[in-house]
């Protein structure tokens, strides 16, 4: 009975050790990584311009200018790449395009910008989404894995969150990485389809306050499967 009582006792102690990961609770982090980003709860009501100027190989440097008014339900992006200039004015249900200036342009040059309120309404989702990590992951129709994996990503420790959406949502599963100590996030990364090593990753550094919300200020994106180089954006504060 006694070497019972041992055995189970040392089973206990070495699964305590090595399966530590598996008793993180996920709304803990979440919770704690939210706090550090969004400390005085500005998200929700965020009211401010911020420039984002992205860079990829090969192609010209792509500078914009997102407006953000959630009380009202106002999104405006404002792009500058080469010669051209484009924008989109999303209100509620409106949606106002402009291609250098003019609301009247071709089909032809409607089509070469992907000029139309679907990739406006795209666009506006792409930037509520990604600058506003993680709270977002508190969004409806967001699907958080209940425990949270401690995992190694090149060479560094992290605290991981696993998130799949509703189908109506997304299709993709996402990982988001946070620093075990501050509860910054680090790293993000997404598969279209896991087995096959597909989507990308992507490494944040720095940190921009915009409106007491800190926000990565670098983004440099990856293929998962060879490592390829996608491109980086760099975010600012814009002056309003």
């Not at 982090?29 to 709860?41: M, S």
Request: aromatic residues 14%; proline residues 4%; hydrophobic residues 30%.
């Amino acid at each position: 009975m006694k070497r019972y009582c041992l055995a189970l006792l040392v089973f206990s102690l070495l699964s305590a050790a090595s399966g530590h990961s598996q008793s993180l609770p996920a709304e803990n982090i979440l919770e704690k990584a939210i706090a550090f980003h969004d400390p005085n709860e500005n998200w929700q009501n965020l009211q401010t311009t911020f420039k984002v100027v992205m860079q990829t190989p090969n192609r010209p440097e792509r500078t914009s200018i997102i407006k953000v008014d959630f009380p009202k339900q106002e999104f405006n992006l404002d792009v500058s790449q080469g010669d051209n200039t484009y924008s989109y004015q999303i209100e509620n249900t409106s949606c106002e395009i402009t291609l250098n200036g003019s609301k009247k342009y071709t089909q032809k040059k409607a089509e070469e910008f992907k000029l139309n309120c679907e990739r406006g309404n795209f666009m506006k989702d792409y930037y509520t989404y990604l600058y506003g990590l993680p709270m977002k992951l508190n969004d409806p129709g967001t699907n958080l894995e209940p425990k949270a994996e401690k995992k190694t990503f090149k060479g560094k420790d992290y605290l991981v969150l696993k998130v799949t959406y509703d189908a109506t949502i997304g299709k993709d599963t996402w990982y988001f990485y946070f620093d075990p100590t501050t509860y910054a996030m680090e790293v993000y990364q997404f598969y279209h389809d896991e087995s096959k090593n597909d989507g990308e990753y992507i490494i944040l550094k720095g940190l921009e306050t915009i409106e007491g919300i800190k926000m990565p200020k670098t983004r440099a994106w990856y293929m998962n499967k060879d490592d390829k180089y996608l491109g980086t954006d760099t975010l600012s504060k814009e002056a309003q």
